[in-house]
């Protein structure tokens, strides 16, 4: 609207110093170009109306289940994780609303018709993103921060923030070192919380650190005061992005990915597991040769871990005498018991990045698992997901089913799901790009579509 304005003020001058001739072939040309910005103004409104229970947002659903969230101004919205309540969904991301606020932390929740009841947005001079929330009396929202005005003393700094039911703000606190730390996983434990990171530099909150990048997990309690913190690396890359409570053991288990054990080439995944004192208890690489491993997701059931991620692995090929080496991604999925033992450990599709999973059933023979992310097609980068069986009697390599859902294709992915047992229902939560905007995504789908 602005670009507009200041091109009729520059025609304006114009005709001001122009002959009477150019007057009179110019006016009729602005009336129209004005009439039509104007009926394309009304067009424009009239599709960006709120539904009823919104705050100035419009909530779009298609007959797959997806709902299209649409900030009023906002040139980007994530949802990152989206998490069931027992009245609707909370759904934790960021949003871009101009240059001069940059990325504001997004909390939003849903009734249980998918419909808006309240938002809440959290910023400053820098950049904000949430990235997990765990539900106890409130939402505890967990993310990074970059603006100076919060406390941040380095690049960012953790962020963890307390939501009552009504979305309004408890407490909040960052947590960081000189330099660059984050936080992307939270969780509860008994007397408070516990989130998982990475940090860069030993300093203030940062207790210990071994050269860049650590894995980072730190213990809070109910009103988010740092209990301890532990890092875990070496002089290298070390960035973790997964976290899990095992109630049954009290340890707290961090993933995430390394390359200060190798030869700098790869990246290697690490399962490590603390007691709810910080002490080490075990931990477990997860390996391939000629390939990186990404681990960016954990989850518990039974007396097992499962890890999930991708990796990347590295093809040589001679092409005209010269040697070159092509990156292919795939999905893996790894079973761990409570003692750090590997179980399995599976690679699975092409071309596709796996961001999060759940396990959806476990039988005897089997188990199944649906799994989300993005998979790269020609020119395009769609929100993939999938069911996976794994045998667990066969011990081949083909003990793996792979059934793909049928997707509309579209720029975007998707960052997390959600299984609800109850209505044997799927929740993903990601982003897509609609007429230049990415729009937070939310697709509710039966098990069986």
Request: hydrophobic fraction near 40%; charge should be neutral.
């Amino acid at each position: 609207m602005k670009i507009e304005k200041n091109k009729l003020k520059s025609r304006s001058r114009y005709r001001n110093h122009s002959y009477r001739v150019g007057q009179l072939i110019l006016l009729p040309v602005v009336l129209v170009l004005g009439a039509l910005f104007f009926l394309y103004s009304i067009s424009y409104a009239d599709k960006n109306l709120g539904v009823k229970g919104s705050t100035n947002d419009e909530t779009k659903s298609n007959d797959s289940g997806e709902i299209s969230f649409i900030h009023p101004i906002a040139k980007e919205v994530r949802f990152h994780k989206t998490l069931p309540t027992s009245n609707g969904f909370v759904s934790v991301g960021t949003c871009y609303l101009n240059d001069e606020m940059k990325y504001q932390l997004l909390v939003v929740y849903f009734d249980a018709s998918m419909i808006e009841q309240w938002r809440f947005e959290f910023g400053g001079t820098g950049d904000e993103w949430a990235y997990d929330v765990v539900e106890d009396e409130g939402f505890v929202v967990v993310g990074v921060s970059a603006s100076k005005e919060y406390g941040v003393r380095g690049r960012y700094d953790a962020l963890v923030l307390k939501l009552d039911y009504s979305g309004k703000l408890s407490w909040f606190r960052v947590f960081g070192g000189p330099d660059w730390d984050r936080a992307y996983k939270i969780a509860k434990i008994p007397n408070g919380y516990a989130f998982a990171g990475d940090n860069y530099l030993k300093g203030f909150d940062v207790s210990s650190n071994f050269g860049e990048h650590d894995f980072w997990v730190v213990a809070i309690d109910k009103k988010g005061r740092k209990i301890w913190d532990r890092s875990f690396g070496g002089l290298k890359w070390d960035r973790a992005y997964a976290l899990a409570f095992v109630g049954e053991r009290n340890l707290l288990v961090i993933g995430g990915s390394s390359n200060s054990f190798t030869n700098g080439n790869r990246y290697d995944s690490y399962v490590v597991a603390y007691d709810l004192n910080g002490n080490l208890v075990w931990r477990l690489p997860l390996v391939i040769q000629n390939a990186s491993v990404w681990l960016t997701d954990l989850r518990t059931s039974g007396v097992y871990i499962y890890a999930a991620g991708y990796v990347s692995e590295f093809v040589q090929a001679t092409n005209g005498g010269a040697l070159r080496v092509t990156t292919f991604e795939r999905a893996f999925l790894a079973k761990i018991s409570f003692s750090g033992k590997m179980e399995y450990f599976k690679v699975f599709g092409q071309n596709v990045r796996l961001h999060a999973f759940e396990l959806i059933e476990s039988a005897e023979n089997h188990e199944t698992f649906v799994v989300a992310g993005y998979k790269d097609l020609p020119n395009l980068k769609s929100p993939w997901f999938a069911t996976i069986t794994v045998s667990l009697q066969q011990k081949t390599s083909q003990n793996i089913v792979i059934a793909e859902m049928e997707e509309e294709k579209y720029y975007g992915e998707y960052f997390d799901v959600q299984f609800i047992p109850d209505s044997q229902r799927l929740l993903l939560s990601g982003t897509r790009l609609v007429n230049g905007r990415f729009l937070g995504i939310l697709n509710s789908r039966a098990i069986s579509e």
